[in-house]
């Protein structure tokens, strides 16, 4: 609180004198706080949020040709399936009704996985149209069956980061897939007499 003494100057004493009335100036600054708190409320009130500054995302159209969408060449198609025990079966392309291009490999030493993605990753450039990418057309399908580890998942993204495959996908199994899996597993296991 401000105060502000306006007496006279001096002090008289005696019987005549009167004396003087004191007054007193006093600023009350009570009011100036709600008026600091009202203009703090209105300028809050009225400054504009900032906008959030996210990119605008312009997709192609889903509903002009359905029917290729998703779609990859066969030629540069590896789907790799992992069964139980660590065993890693894979096939180029499309399944073949005999499936006799469904073939095995391991996850390291002789008939590895690295070296069936490195030797597909080698077609798909040999016979690439494309010269500024080559492996444009590489697309590596991961189909975990029912038998198959968390640890045998993260080895196959492992090998897609080691081997630098740009594009693949973790796709869910077909049946036909899961039985030749199971078949194979099975046929794989020591029989025990």
């Known amino acids: 609180m401000a105060e502000l003494d306006t007496s006279g100057g001096g002090h008289k004493k005696g019987p005549g004198v009167k004396k003087g009335k004191k007054l007193s100036t006093r600023v009350d600054l009570t009011p100036m706080v709600d008026l ?20 605008k995302l312009i997709l192609p159209d889903d509903k002009v040709k359905p029917e290729e ?17 660590n ?20 996850y390291n030493g002789e008939n590895s996985i690295r070296d069936v ?3 597909k990753k ?23 069956s029912s038998t198959c580890t968390y640890k045998n998942v993260i080895d196959i993204l492992d090998e897609m980061s080691i081997n ?23 046929s794989a296991k020591p029989s025990s007499n």
């Open 87 to 106: 065993h890693i079966y894979y096939y180029e392309g499309q399944l073949k009704p005999d499936a006799s291009n469904f073939l095995s490999a391991s």
């Open 117 to 119: 993605i490195l030797k």
């Open 36 to 55: 600091g708190f009202l203009l703090i409320t209105f300028f809050i009130f009225t400054t504009t949020m900032s906008q959030p500054t996210a990119m």
């Open 164 to 186: 630098v495959v740009k594009k693949y996908a973790l796709v869910d199994i077909f049946d036909i897939e899961e039985l030749l899996v199971k078949k194979s597993d099975e």
């Open 122 to 144: 080698e077609y798909v450039r040999s016979i690439a149209q494309d010269p500024t990418d080559p492996e444009k057309d590489l697309v590596i399908v991961i189909k975990p």
């Open 69 to 85: 969408q998703n779609k990859a060449k066969e030629s540069g198609a590896l789907t790799i399936i992992m069964g139980g025990d």
